[in-house]
């Protein structure tokens, strides 16, 4: 199956709460294309909703070490810092560092700016 057409059956799983079927389809199409930043944060999001809050924190403890913030997406970024603070609040139970992080993406991304400059990646 093409990468496209697996990320759209995904969402779809993902959207029917068919989590194991979702996971099977994002984790093949994240191996044609590792880089893809977006998707391994939808994915960690995944893992999240579910509970999997270790999992989550796992997969986004891996990312930072490849991620290279100058070539990225600022809303991938914004949405990885995050989740990233939020899963290590919960995973860890350590809230400065977490806190430092939110405030960064929240002066960083959101101060100043108008409601319609928002994009479905900062408020979904």
Known sequence: MERKA???EARKFRDLGRYNEAIV???GALRERR??????VTVAAMNMEQGLLGDCHDRLTELEGELDRQ???PGDIAVFDMIM???TAVAKVKFTEPMERATTVYE???VGRSVDAFD???VS
């Open 71 to 73: 070539r990225e997406d």
């Open 6 to 8: 697996l990320i759209e």
């Open 120 to 122: 479905w990646k900062l």
């Open 108 to 110: 960083r991304y959101i």
């Open 85 to 87: 603070a939020l899963s």
């Open 35 to 40: 880089d893809d930043l977006g998707l391994a």
């Open 25 to 27: 389809r994002f984790e």
